[in-house]
């Protein structure tokens, strides 16, 4: 095992436990600081991969971001961090029988399949070819996501909204 | 370093839209407070706009933007009937949303952005574009479905369906990761073609990523077993809206799902054709038997349209080639008859309520018989009569299924439609048959809702006594999917 697996397994145990603690915990304010070291991992995984750029924005975004928000909403929400998030259980059974032979099929075709490589090389700095490409190729899915993110505004404005007594 | 030069001209009527969308919005910023913007007068010239454009592209041969969208005969012909789809929902609109007092601006912008995010669905010719047109889409919608404030159901069903949603997005896009995995490119094109070759290391990827965008897909068409928020969502949301997602995401989601499955997966059809028989045969089943027992009309359509989207899956199945030509046939078809019915429950809403049992609409013929002429209209294409756009519709899904070898399937299609004959008939016989109950407690039909429910009364007739025009416009359009 070369030092890049090793460092690869590292990252992947990280992602993947504090992922599972994110789902597991029971009090929310466990699962928010667990979801930290997911982001980390992942931006960790994509730095491994050479998209350095993508590892940054996953930084700045999630972490710098959303979980800051995340945690700003847990804590300044009345009563919100010791409340007991496990809900009923229905479908028990279905339920398990059903992740169990996802996950099954899931991991068999990832272990059966032949996955293809690059040439071993991580790409020099990306940013500037998906700048080119976001302004190029992509320029309309990239300004379609920004109609995407005024819907989302607007919807969550709509939905926030104190109701008019009218 | 200069820019690389983009031709967007193929996205005018998207951009049009996309433009009305923000203007209606900045003119509510600058009406006055407590009053409402003539959203609907600019979202109607708006979407008129956009339909000469799409008349002006159609002229100049469509075109190409950058290989992500493209704007062939197959995505012009879902332009006119996705922009003739916003037309009638802005039509009903007004008085609707007078009636249960949930008049708002950002009502006609967000059915507008999400209309654009079905243009996007259905001309995307790149997985990951087609990602971000669905998610435009459907982010609207889940807004516009808990637009009733003051209605848990209208609440109920705006978190019902962004939760189903959002699962169902994570699934199209485990599905769009497999397949860039197994061909190393999000373009259709290129994914059809890496396909073609295929190696034994990179099949069980590719099916398992085919899998998956069925399932994601199956949500978005509401096809039985990924069904179950469809009669929830349909009933709680604003009437107005269960007519554009039972016509528009329908067609959208079909159109995006044919794109997908004609172009990137034929090779696989082997393996998918199987899956797609089996969801048409259960979606067929149990949207009838639902439907059966629902006395809330709006549910009773909700389930409707689940038995629909599997009449259309068993053409499905029969594509690439005269599959898709009865589909794009069919969800004209569908999108006129579905307008129509939710329409006509609109159209007589008043003070916040509007009819929703049979009792509701008992011998409406007597009081309203212009509007209880056109809902029996409706209520006969979906059953499948002759002389209805349903009927032509449905013989050609089902003589797609034969010519395609799954006869079993337009076997199932036939003994279902004579099932839900029952429950729509019903609704006819309680309209013309029985006396109504009560004093008269709805609203006299608005004319601008007069006008939608006549046009697409219209379409109904027109299609089924001459369906050539527009099957001749259906077979050039699937042709260019070819």
Redesign the interface.
């Given at each position: 095992m070369n030092a890049e697996a090793a460092v690869f397994y590292v990252l992947a145990a990280i992602t993947v436990g504090s992922a599972a603690v994110v789902v597991l915990a029971r009090s929310l304010i466990y699962s928010a600081f667990a979801l930290l070291f997911t982001f980390v991992g992942v931006a960790g995984l994509y730095l491994l991969l050479g998209a350095d750029f993508l590892a940054a924005t996953q930084l700045l975004i999630y972490v710098g971001g959303i979980l800051v928000l995340l945690l700003f909403g847990v804590m300044l929400t009345h009563k919100l961090y010791d409340l007991d998030l496990r809900s009923e259980v229905t479908q028990f059974l279905p339920g398990v029988i059903v992740s169990i032979g996802l996950f099954a099929?899931?991991a068999?075709?990832a272990w059966?399949?032949?996955?293809?490589g690059g040439d071993g090389r991580a790409p020099a700095a990306t940013t500037r070819e998906i700048g080119?490409l976001f302004?190029?190729?992509?320029?309309?899915?990239f300004e379609?996501?920004s109609?995407?993110l005024?819907?989302?505004l607007?919807?969550?404005a709509?939905?926030v909204?104190r109701?008019?007594s009218? | 370093m200069t820019?690389?030069v983009?031709d967007?001209l193929p996205?005018i009527p998207a951009l049009i839209l996309?433009v009305t969308g923000l203007a209606v919005?900045l003119a509510q910023a600058f009406t006055p407070r407590g009053q409402a913007a003539p959203g609907a007068p600019f979202s109607l010239a708006g979407l008129l706009a956009a339909l000469v454009a799409v008349y002006l592209l159609a002229a100049r041969g469509g075109g190409d933007?950058?290989?992500?969208?493209v704007v062939d005969a197959f995505s012009l012909y879902f332009h006119a009937l996705i922009i003739g789809v916003g037309l009638v929902v802005v039509l009903l609109s007004p008085s609707y949303l007078r009636a249960t007092?949930i008049d708002?601006g950002?009502y006609y912008?967000?059915v507008l952005?999400s209309l654009?995010?079905m243009l996007?669905l259905v001309s995307?010719r790149?997985l990951?574009?087609l990602f971000?047109?669905l998610?435009?889409m459907s982010?609207?919608l889940?807004?516009l479905a808990?637009?009733h404030?003051?209605r848990p159901e209208s609440q109920e069903a705006?978190l019902k369906y962004f939760i189903t949603g959002a699962f169902s997005s994570g699934f199209l896009l485990y599905g769009i990761a497999?397949l860039y995995?197994?061909s190393?490119s999000t373009s259709l094109v290129a994914v059809g073609a890496a396909l073609r070759t295929p190696?034994p290391?990179?099949a069980?990827?590719a099916t398992?990523g085919t899998g998956l965008l069925l399932v994601g897909f199956g949500f978005k068409v509401a096809s039985v077993p990924f069904h179950m928020w469809a009669p929830d969502v349909y009933e709680g949301a604003p009437t107005t809206i269960t007519a554009l997602m039972s016509a528009g995401v329908k067609a959208a989601a079909f159109g995006a799902l044919l794109r997908v499955f004609g172009q990137a997966l034929p090779a696989l059809a082997a393996s998918w054709q199987p899956a797609v028989a089996a969801l048409a045969v259960v979606t067929m089943v149990v949207g009838n038997l639902g439907a059966l027992a629902q006395s809330n009309l709006k549910r009773m359509l909700a389930y409707s349209s689940v038995a629909h989207a599997g009449y259309l899956l068993a053409a499905v199945v029969a594509a690439p080639g005269i599959g898709v030509e009865a589909v794009l046939f069919y969800l004209v078809a569908y999108a006129a008859v579905n307008l129509g019915g939710f329409g006509a429950l609109a159209a007589l809403a008043r003070q916040g309520r509007e009819p929703l049992s049979l009792d509701d609409v008992a011998g409406l013929a007597s009081r309203r018989p212009a509007l209880a002429a056109a809902l029996a209209v409706y209520l006969i294409s979906l059953t499948g009569v002759p002389v209805s756009a349903g009927f032509v519709g449905k013989f050609f899904l089902f003589r797609a299924a034969v010519n395609a070898g799954w006869t079993s399937l337009a076997v199932i299609g036939v003994l279902m439609s004579v099932v839900s004959a029952y429950y729509y008939l019903r609704v006819v016989v309680a309209m013309y048959m029985r006396e109504p109950l009560g004093e008269d407690a709805w609203a006299p039909v608005p004319p601008s809702a007069g006008l939608a429910l006549g046009l697409s009364a219209a379409v109904v007739l027109a299609l089924g006594v001459h369906p050539e025009p527009v099957l001749t416009w259906a077979r050039l359009a699937a042709r260019s999917l070819l």
């Open positions: 099929v899931l068999l075709t059966r399949t032949d996955w293809a080119q302004m190029g190729r992509y320029l309309l899915p379609a996501a109609i995407l005024l819907v989302a607007m919807g969550a709509m939905i909204r109701k008019r009218a | 820019p690389p983009v967007v996205a996309a919005l933007l950058g290989g992500t969208y007092g708002r950002e912008t967000l952005f654009v995010g996007g995307c790149e990951v574009s971000v047109s998610e435009v982010v609207a889940y807004a808990g637009l404030r003051a705006a497999l995995g197994a190393g190696g290391a990179t069980a990827l398992m």
